[in-house]
């Protein structure tokens, strides 16, 4: 497999059954797999970065041409601009140097957004490091030079603190998340039940509504939905942050809510027909399968039958 074949998966160049059959070669190939997901990270960053200067890239890409000359890939025209561009994008972050669609240069604010169907890495300034989720936004200061370091969220994000004297805080429109050096998962989505899950250290969470606080150890998870007390419970953490190495896990899941994830993982409209469907429980993992090879494997195991147009990227799901 060259790269450009990787590079068309990426950006969505090949029909579904073309896709299939590379996502499934992908998988089964460590090094494969590593390109992959190198690629599609620099994607979702540049489909989220339009803004970036075109100078820029090109004084980037002459800069790194020989370092990666070496492949000799046989390249399309129409994928030239595709690989330049993730390319270009893979190195900048690698580098730290954060572009921005909304960077401003007064305050030294730099936002991140990553599109639907998307998931990408970034580095923060202080060396934490953060996995962002589709269809979300992260926002934080160029240098961190208070005695808090401070990220603005809205969606999902995992985070890796870096340990340091300063406490670190992850603030959404649901409250404050605080660690000093931890990793723990933000679930902060608009019309969403939040919840935030910690893997390992300690974190508080502060509820923005009603300023109450609670402490998470290891294991535990914080739910609010914005109307109801907030609720402190045990769980597999590996259900919630599995999305960041590009597994979805379900487990009894209601269809309603896997329909939303799926929304932002397929980068698609979802429309359940009949209010009966949502409370179905689904349970599975999905890695590298298609949202029709989903659809067949629900289908097959729940009373649905579906209809999806590619052209208006919406899928339909009845009651069979």
Do not use: C
């Amino acid at each position: 497999m060259r790269i450009e074949e990787i590079i068309a998966v990426v950006t969505d160049q090949v029909t579904e059954g073309q896709k299939n059959d590379l996502l499934a070669e992908i998988k089964n190939d460590p090094f494969l797999h590593k390109e992959y997901r190198s690629l599609k990270n620099a994607w979702a960053l540049s489909s989220g970065q339009a803004g970036m200067p075109e100078s820029k890239i090109e004084k980037a890409y002459l800069t790194q041409k020989a370092k990666i000359s070496h492949q000799k890939p046989v390249i399309t025209l129409k994928l030239l601009s595709v690989l330049k561009y993730a390319a270009i994008l893979l190195i900048a972050f690698l580098w730290g140097m954060l572009f921005s669609r909304h960077a401003d240069d007064k305050t030294g604010i730099t936002e991140i957004i990553v599109p639907s169907g998307q998931v990408a890495e970034v580095n923060l300034p202080d060396g934490s490091h953060v996995w962002v989720n589709s269809d979300t936004r992260i926002s934080f200061p160029t240098g961190f030079q208070d005695k808090t370091r401070q990220v603005m969220l809205k969606g999902e994000a995992y985070f890796q603190v870096q340990k340091a004297k300063s406490q670190f805080v992850v603030s959404t429109k649901y409250g404050d998340i605080t660690a000093l050096g931890t990793s723990f998962n933000v679930h902060a989505y608009d019309n969403s039940r939040f919840h935030a899950t910690l893997i390992d250290g300690m974190v508080r969470y502060s509820n923005a509504k009603n300023s109450r606080q609670v402490i998470l150890s290891p294991g535990q998870q914080v739910a609010y939905s914005g109307v109801d007390s907030m609720n402190v419970r045990k769980v597999k953490t590996d259900l919630f942050t599995s999305w960041k190495d590009g597994v979805l896990i379900f487990k009894k899941e209601p269809l309603s809510e896997v329909t939303k994830r799926l929304e932002r993982h397929f980068a698609v409209k979802i429309e359940l027909q009949d209010s009966i469907l949502e409370d179905l429980r689904f349970t599975g993992n999905i890695e590298n399968e298609s949202l029709i090879d989903v659809m067949e494997y629900i289908n097959m195991t729940k009373p649905i039958q579906y209809t999806y147009n590619n052209k208006q990227k919406k899928l339909i799901i009845r009651q069979k």
